[in-house]
């Protein structure tokens, strides 16, 4: 399995393969603290939508704070299914109990503020 590391530069996606065949982790830096990790097929559809997407049939998804041992649950982002990531911790990604990803944080300062308001939706 590959460690990936990502700087916390604002506005900017980041694109990672992992280690099962059909899931690429995406990374969108939402703030110089906050990053969200959304989980996407080969072709880049959400693998939540069971519709279109290439990963059915996978659902043992954990994604973990290595940091502090605890999982991490998902959110609703932008009408996605998402897990909200600080640059302090580092986190891994398992599914049906296979590591498949790792992410170890850096930060970079960035000068630019955004509010977190306009990525949530209300239920």
């Known amino acids: 399995m ?4 990502i700087l916390y530069v604002e506005g900017e996606t980041k694109d990672f393969d992992t280690d099962h065949e059909n899931i690429r982790v995406k990374i969108e830096v939402l703030n110089e603290d906050v ?13 939540d939508d069971l519709e279109r ?3 059915q049939g996978i659902e043992n998804v954990v994604f973990m704070n290595v ?9 609703l982002v932008e009408n996605r299914k998402s897990y909200l990531i600080t640059w302090i ?11 498949i990803f790792k992410l170890n944080q850096q ?5 630019v503020e955004i509010s977190l308001a306009r990525y949530f939706q209300k239920k």
């Open 2 to 5: 590959s460690e990936n590391k």
């Open 35 to 47: 990053a969200r990790v959304f989980l996407v097929d080969k072709n880049d559809i959400p693998i």
């Open 53 to 55: 997407s290439s990963c």
């Open 67 to 75: 940091t502090t041992k605890n999982k991490v649950s998902t959110v």
């Open 89 to 99: 911790n580092s986190y891994e990604l398992s599914v049906d109990g296979r590591r």
């Open 107 to 111: 930060k970079k300062q960035s000068s």
